[in-house]
């Protein structure tokens, strides 16, 4: 390959994750970008089979709901009455939604709003809600109580594996303020230190980072479940 090709290929490729992290196109409804960009997230479940006649609620695969509402666009994935979901945003009809995974890393797609029944979010997420050890794969976030009111205590560890020993590492320690739910992290002011928004959202802790927390490709960016 040439200097100018390969120069060429390392601009278009910058320039491709640029365009990924600051502004996704509205109908991508992804894993690795559910929490990025801080949305409002709600909770919903599938409704019972009483209330509504639906027995399967399928994911529709990314790109819904420019496709057509064929085969094409529907997933294997399936949730079923009583399933709980958060979703992260509306488009056409349908809802970006995140389901929990018993191992792995969950299912993420469109789902109908037909489908879908909101729910009231909790009107107060009281601090001991927030203590434990939450967990998603690898990557964990441990809460505890600290000696100043109202706050408490955050460590995290996060890791991206490349190929071989190429191990990435992450980490938080510090203090938080929860308000309404949500609490900000921060090393620092400065705009390279690492920042994270926590979201406790029922039984989910969802985090969103500025990717400045460890080393290249490490981010807290998940939904955490309480160990």
């Not at 969103?208 to 998940?222: E, I, Q, T």
Request: glycine share 12%; proline share 6%.
């Amino acid at each position: 390959m040439s200097k100018v090709y390969l120069f060429l290929f390392f601009v278009l490729t910058a320039v491709s994750g640029i365009a990924q992290n600051d502004g996704n196109p509205p109908n991508w409804c992804r894993g690795g970008f559910f929490t990025k960009g801080s949305p409002e997230f709600t909770l919903a479940k599938i409704p019972s089979l009483s209330a509504r006649s639906v027995k399967r609620a399928y994911f529709h695969k990314d790109g819904r709901p420019d496709c057509n509402a064929g085969p094409d666009c529907t997933s294997s994935s399936y949730l079923v009455p009583g399933d709980e979901v958060v979703v992260r945003g509306e488009l056409a009809g349908f809802a970006c939604a995140w389901y929990p995974a018993a191992k792995g890393v969950g299912t993420v797609g469109w789902i109908s709003l037909e489908d879908i029944e909101f729910q009231r979010p909790p009107s107060d997420q009281p601090l001991p809600d927030w203590h434990g050890e939450w967990k998603y794969a690898e990557s964990t976030v441990k809460i505890t109580d600290n000696k100043l009111a109202g706050w408490l205590n955050v460590t995290g560890d996060s890791y991206w594996k490349g190929l071989g020993d190429n191990i990435h590492i992450g980490e938080i320690d510090g203090r938080v303020e929860p308000k309404d739910g949500v609490a900000e992290y921060s090393d620092g002011d400065d705009e390279y230190d690492c920042k994270v928004k926590m979201t406790l959202l029922g039984k989910y802790l969802i985090l969103d980072d500025n990717l400045r927390c460890g080393g290249v490709n490490v981010s807290f960016s998940v939904i955490y479940l309480k160990k």
